[in-house]
């Protein structure tokens, strides 16, 4: 069976239910993205906002606030792909 057959396989599996795939994969790549800015977004707070003067306290409570608002979103993803993605995948027999 060589690779081209093998991804015409895969992909008739999905394609009665392609909505469903790109949705889980929209929010996969949405929780990756917050992953990865979370560690960077905290080093620039660290280096640059916290340890400097009082003009710079309202930054990092918007930084503080932009940090819950991405946690608060990386939750949605997750239990959108994690929970409702397995509960829909039974409900359509995948």
Do not use: W
């Not at 560690?39 to 340890?51: E, G, I, K």
């Not at 009082?54 to 409570?61: D, G, M, R, S, T």
Request: aromatic share 18%; glycine share 6%; hydrophobic share 50%.
């Amino acid at each position: 069976m060589n690779k081209q057959s093998k991804n015409s396989i895969f992909i008739s599996y999905y394609k009665p239910h392609s909505r469903l795939f790109f949705i889980d994969m929209f929010c996969a790549l949405l929780m990756v993205g917050i992953d990865l800015a979370f560690p960077m977004l905290s080093r620039l707070v660290l280096n640059d906002y916290l340890p400097t003067k009082a003009e710079h306290l309202k930054p990092f409570i918007l930084f503080m606030v932009l940090f819950v608002g991405l946690y608060i979103t990386r939750s949605f993803f997750t239990i959108r792909c994690g929970l409702l993605g397995a509960y829909t995948g039974c409900a359509y027999g995948i």
